[in-house]
Structures are given as structure tokens and as C-alpha cells.
């Protein structure tokens, strides 16, 4: 009874220091590629993931604004918002939209433009994805409170750093093959180890950069899928779910409950396991976000998946590919965007367009992108 | 095969400075009153209508921020944003949700604070509705956009400013009897047209005020309400559409392309048409805004809205009752909450709970949501 949704068209920019590049131009650049890959020229909505411009370019009604830069006057746009979780949340809500049957194609963008901004502008901007009259008026930065998920997991679960120092190293490994990551360079657990502590044990090259950039997707139903002959990839699961949005209130520092909620919900509707995912892609803002959510979804039992990082089973060769083209660490970290490059990535993999950082046989691929310090993540399933 | 949605239940604040009541709490009991209103005592998705959080409380995440203060640990939770129509595509968003069947039940609730801020904190906040970088950066302001709406409708069809600005004078007097207005009290042509200028031709008491509030909805599908037994009322139509954003671009600066658009598709898909609507409820941010509205929703012809204006037909005891709480200018504007506001409005007339304001016979109501100068537009039409 219910449509299958389906993703027939990609479009990206590379992400960076975008500066002659206003984010209007960004996003699209990124949907016009995406409408061209897909080879739809008509959509029936917009829906546009991004967290601050309000804050970083006084500019809201970003729907609207797209629609007209586009040229695609008339066509219904909103704005969604979710944190840091947008662009997973964005798919998610386009995903409903077809669904309903009420559109039958929608283009789904996400953009964030940070460089025009200083950092400590930046910072307060990210930082509204926490609780501002609780948490952040007591000097909290985002960095810091996800420092306090790695002290605990570490003494928790006695786990050396390095264990977990590792994941950025294999995903800057990954990003030389990527053309449109941020950083394309290889790096040395060492550097990662003596880069400079932003808040203890958090080392600069753990933490995923500030950059600007778009992602979009065209989202469709099988049937228009067919009759454009697309390239498509379908969304078999779909889920979002949230937490109490600050640390300081929770039971378990260590397990983040929205993730555990919505993957559970995805996997149900696409009817598989852990087991049955091929690749995957974590919001690993921060490194420590890395082993957290490998097991909050399934891939290894609580306080263990640190191993999985240890033993290289996340790099292109082993048990589960993650972050294949870089992750937040190295493709980049554009927040409104991040989920929907997240796609991007997967679907490369899913179309055998990977190149060198090409995955064997890969079928399914799991995207998780979170919103705060897990206040809110979704959890979408690919599969071609 | 699609579900019938409708809206079970109602909860709001009233509107105006709300100095001792933060965003979060004005939210949390908009929402606890829409889910008792309900008797619901689950949802599973809550959607956030608001605009301005980023700029003016320097918090996002908001859909996780009031799952977290609803004791709604886990539902998923987003914000939509679409300028100061913000409430009306949330409705929308909550509208396709349910359509789609992965929602039964979901909560809707707008909301906006104001009052913390600056008038000229919140005159820029608001502006980031328009474009910023190629209109506001000129100087020109919200209100001075709609001014030039204002005296070109009044060139153009030889019209008296008389004739639009008695359209505030009957939003008071409707107010009179709203206990969640904003302003409860008469005002007569005169003051309107001896209160200072705002941006010529825009008077002061024809712009709608700044004010603090949350209005909720809790939208689910036919069979859960009567479950439930609810006093339910049906969403028969529900639209978006959007325009080229900025008014220099646009041929024509008096039809709001979106607003036909939008209404076209909304009669559409309920099978009615304007004759068949018993209310109305219009966005008159500003004055202007109703007799080109009445005209872009097919209730007068083009030049002719101002005429319904002047021989009364909006007011209670008219043809076509409007804004029967008072509307933006005297119920209040709450931008990000404002189009929840005008669900409740037409809910508490459909439902026969209007009070002294009750319209007879009242069974199919029509909302019209903008944002910015009509960049955005949706049209809801409700049933009962």
C-alpha cells in the first residue's frame, strides 16, 4: 500500500573553505548536479537541512530561497532542523513525503556555510544545538561535553586512547580517494596523539573540521524511478528518535538511547540485522562518537566496539566498512549537510562509483547522523 | 488507500509578554493542553513550528529540547521552518506525516518568544525572512516592504486607505472576545489612521504587534480518533507553494503568486470551492496583506478585496467571517506559533466553542499561512 521510496539522483560540492561561494550558491550547485544525475527536471517539494544560518547569515526561509535559485518558483520548501542531525532528519522527512503519495519527487538539500564566520561565532552557533539556559550558560562547549563521554568511556571499559585515536586515521586513509573530502592526507596516530588537546582527552585531529558545503538528493518513488530510468538506490528503513537532549540528565553517559531507538525501528522496517549491513556511515563529530555508536547499533556489544576500530574490521578491507570516503573527520563536517553526504558516500558505494575506495558486493548501507549529543539521530538503510 | 487526517486536539497560550515564561515553557504548555484537549497520552512524532530561536535565543534543537521538557523521551522530533509561515507548513509536514501511515499520531506546536530581545534585534531577526544579502543589506525592512505593497495596491485600483485600514478595526472588536488575544480592546478608523507611521503608508495600529507564544495541535489519523473519541475535525485540503522570494523580482507585486497556488491545490484536493468556506482565517501581518489575500484565496476579484473590507463582509456577522479572533493584528503574531494560532482560531468556531464569537452554522474553515512577503504560502482547509 505504501509507496517505495527510492533515491535517483545525487549532486555535491566539494566541502572546504568555500569563500567565493556565498551558501545560496552552494546549495545549488549541489541540487543542480543532483537533479541532472537524476535526470528528473521536475520535482514536487524542497525540503532544505540546515542549522544556522540563522545565526551565521541572519537568513532564514531557506526554502523559499533555494525554490527561487533554482528557479523552480511555486514549488512547495521548507526548512528542516534537527541540530547536527538535519540532513538525516531531512531524509527522513522527504521519505514520509513520498510516502504519503501527495508528492511524488522531492529534492532534498542540505547546506552549511561556516567560513565567513570566526570560530568563537561558530562555536556559539553549535553550541545552540545543546540546552542554552542549562548547559552552555555554564561555559560547556560542544567539544567538551562529548570530552566527557570519552573520560568516562575509557574508565568505564579501560580502554587506551589509542584504540580509539585510530578511527581518524583510517578515515583520513579513506579520504585520499575522495575527491570531494575536505582533507585528502594521510595521518599517523601519532599526529592524531600529539595534535593539540581542544578539551582533554578530545585531540584536534579527533574532532571533525568546520567547512562549508552542500549535498542533495532526488527522492522519488519506484515507479518514476522506472519510468526515468534511473540509477536507483531505495530506503528499506527509515526511523528518528530522540533523548533527553542534555548529558547531564541521563542514566548512561555511554549509550546513546536515540540511536538505539531508531536503528532498532529502521531495522525492523527493513526487515534485516546488523549482520545484513554492508557498509556504514557514523556522525563521528568527535572520535569517541565512533565506537559509541558501532554499538548502539548492533555491530559490537556494549563497551567493545572500540575493538572494532583496534582490529581495522571499519577500514575498506575489513568485517564493516565505515565511513568510506572519509567520514565527518575527513570528507568533512558541513553540519545541515553532513547527513545527506553521508548518502552521497553510501550511494557511491551502492553504484560501484567508489573508486579506489571501492567496497566488494556492497548491497546495504546504513547512514546514522545525530543532532546535539544524541538529542535526536536517525537512522536510514539503503539498499540497491 | 490514504489515511484521513484530522486534528483531536487544541492547547495554547495567551499571546502577548510573556517576561516570566521562557520559549520552552510557553511550548511545554501549549503542548500539555493540546494532549489533555486530546486525550491522547501518546504521540509519536512532534513537529516544532518557529522561526527565530537561532537569532534570538541562540538555541536550535528544538524538536529535541521539547520532546525532552514534555517528559517525551525517545519521540522523534523536528523543527520545520518556513519565515513567519512557519506554523502553517508544520501543519503540512504533520499533514503528509500522517498521510504516509508511519505516523498515527503526531503533535504539532508553534512557537515563538520575543519579548527577551530588542525591538531592533527582533526587526532584524524577522528580516531574515527576505533576502538578506541582496534586500535587507539595502536597508529596507519588513514593514517596508509591505508598504510598497501598500501604495501600490493603492494606486493601482484607486482605493482609499480607509477602505484597508478598517480591516484592524473589526480584528479588534473580534478580539474583544478572545480571552488569548493580545490586544482585547476597541480601537476605531480614526486611531488606526492617527497612529504614527511605521513606513509610509503603514500605520502603526495596522501593523501586527511583537509578542510571546505557543499554540499545539495534535493531528492523528480518523480511526485512532474515534478511538479515542475524539471532537475531531478533518484536514480535507492541505497545501504549499512557495514564490520568487524577493518582491523586486516579481512581475506582479500584487497577486502572491504562492497564495493561488497554494489555494488552487488545496481546493483541489478538498472538492470545494471559495463559496463553500464559512471562515477564514488570513496572515495580516500587516494590513495590505488581508484585501490581497480575499483576492489571491478567490473570495473578490482582482482590485475588489478592499471592497469585503468596507462593506463589512469579514467581520462576524458578514459573508465570509475573517480572522474571527482577531487575527495577526489583535489575537497576536507569534510568528513561528501564528499559524497554530489560526488552526485553533477556526477549531474553537467549528467546534461551536467560539463563545460570543461563535459563527452559525460554521462546518468548513480555510487558513491561509505567509512567510516572508509571500515567498511562502500554505493554504489548510478543516472540516467538521
Known sequence: MKENVVICG????????????????????????????????????????????????????????????LGLRGIPACKVEAACGSGG??????????????????????????????????????????????????????????????????????????????????????????????FRRKITLEDVLSSPLIADPLHLLECAPLGDGAAALVISCEEEAKNNKCDAVRIIGSAAATDILSLYEREDLLTLYATVKASQKAYEMAGIKPKDVDLLEVHDAFSILAPISLEDLGFAKKGEGWKLIEKEEVALSGRIPTNTMGGLKARGHPIGATGIYQAVDAILQLRNDAGKNQVDNASVALLQSIGGVGGTVTVNILKR
Not at 565567513?116 to 553549535?126: F, G, N, P, Q, Y
Not at 561535553?145 to 589509542?162: C, F, H, I, P, W
Open 89 to 182: 532528519m531531512a531524509i527522513h522527512q522527504a521519505f514520509l513525503a513520498v510516502s504519503s503519495g501527495y508528492y511524488k519527487t522531492v529534492l532534498v538539500v542540505g547546506v552549511e556555510k561556516m567560513s565567513d564566520r570566526t570560530t568563537s561565532e561558530v562555536t556559539l552557533a553549535l553550541a545552540s544545538a545543546e540546552d542554552r539556559e542549562y548547559v552552555i550558560s555554564t561555559g560547556a562547549t560542544f567539544v567538551g561535553l562529548n570530552a566527557l563521554l570519552y573520560r568516562a568511556y575509557m574508565l568505564k571499559y579501560g580502554v587506551r586512547q589509542e584504540s580509539i585515536a585510530k578511527f581518524p586515521v583510517i578515515e583520513h586513509e579513506n579520504a585520499l580517494n575522495a575527491p570531494h573530502a575536505q
Open 10 to 69: 545525487i549532486g555535491y560540492t566539494r566541502i572546504g573553505e568555500h569563500w567565493d561561494k556565498s551558501l545560496r550558491e552552494l546549495a545549488v550547485e549541489a541540487s543542480l548536479k543532483a537533479l541532472e544525475d537524476s535526470g528528473f527536471d521536475h520535482v514536487d517539494a524542497i525540503y532544505v537541512s540546515n542549522m544556522m544560518s540563522g545565526m551565521l547569515q541572519e537568513q532564514e526561509h531557506l526554502g523559499a530561497l533555494v525554490a527561487t535559485y
